[in-house]
């Protein structure tokens, strides 16, 4: 049958900020740690509370790569003229950290012995574009290889 799960997949928590207009103002970029896209978030209302005791993905992505990803993508918004990023030359990266962003994850089975996945944002409950599937697969992938190189069993 079908199966639902909540899988949290490492993001970095990249705030920045900002110099401009004679203010000082922060924005958060949020870099997936599998496939490296970064977007302009707002996570003003949004405490995040890391899960204790729950098995949570390791990152592909360095924080120094992170970093990086999170000052491209704020630059790229300048270049488009967003009122998030202007002042973007004055920026500095004052806080990265790592996260676990929850995604809802439906398994079902499809034609020919196929499963199918739909992944929703975990906050938004919005259905995620094809990179998040590609970053999901990845994960799952590391998951059985650091499974099978790590001592012991996989519950611990």
């Given amino acids: 049958g079908d199966l639902v799960e909540l899988v949290r997949l490492p993001h970095y928590h990249v705030s920045v900020a900002l110099d401009g207009e004679g203010r000082r103002s922060r924005i958060v970029v949020l870099v997936n740690g599998y496939d490296r896209q970064a977007k302009l978030v707002d996570f ?3 405490r995040w509370q ?30 488009r003229q967003s009122p998030w990023a202007r002042g973007a030359a004055e920026l500095a990266a004052t806080d990265v950290r790592l996260v676990h962003y929850p995604f809802w994850v439906h398994y079902f089975k499809c034609r ?28 799952l992938a590391s998951r059985t290889v650091h499974a099978g190189t790590q001592e012991g069993t996989p519950d611990g």
């Fill in 44 to 46: 003003s209302s949004v």
């Fill in 50 to 79: 890391e899960p204790a005791g729950r098995e949570c993905f390791d990152p592909d992505v360095s924080a120094a790569e992170a970093t990086q990803l999170a000052h491209r993508a704020l630059m790229a918004a300048a270049l």
């Fill in 112 to 139: 020919r012995q196929r499963v199918g996945v739909t992944i929703l944002d975990g906050l938004t409950g919005k259905p995620t574009g094809p990179g998040m599937r590609i970053a999901l697969l990845s994960a």
